[in-house]
């Protein structure tokens, strides 16, 4: 959306403007920072500067989104990881007991059976 917009509003005067994938090429190159608005600001000053800064704030509140995604669906397995495992360890340890439980009711029983 943002390259046939500024191919509309800068590929008159601005070569790197001009065609559908040099405005690619032009907004991937602002994301770096390696363009600056100063070019816009001369063919526009107002829309140069709203385009601008709107593409920035845009893309960059996407970035951060997909960012929180990520991270956020990484702690919720975590969590989830961490009570398997919790749970995989009570119940060892309760299997642990009920076999501590049966071998002693097992050598009482044996111990009653040798008398």
């Known amino acids: 959306v943002f390259s046939v917009m500024g191919m ?3 590929g008159h005067v601005l070569k790197e403007w001009s065609s559908l994938f040099s405005a690619w090429v032009t907004l991937t190159m602002m994301l770096t920072v390696e363009y600056g608005m100063t070019a816009l600001v001369e063919v526009d ?4 500067t709203l385009f601008y ?3 920035l704030v845009l893309v ?3 970035l951060v989104n997909i ?3 990520i991270l956020i669906d990484a702690y919720t397995s975590l969590v989830e990881e961490n009570k398997r495992l919790k749970q995989e ?3 060892t340890m309760k299997i642990g007991v009920l076999h501590e439980v049966i071998l002693e009711k097992w050598c009482s029983l044996q111990t ?3 008398k």
């Open 112 to 114: 009653f059976i040798k």
């Open 60 to 62: 960059y509140f996407l």
């Open 53 to 55: 800064f709107f593409f």
């Open 45 to 48: 000053t107002y829309q140069g």
């Open 89 to 91: 360890d009570e119940d």
């Open 8 to 10: 509309m509003t800068f």
């Open 67 to 69: 960012l929180l995604a």
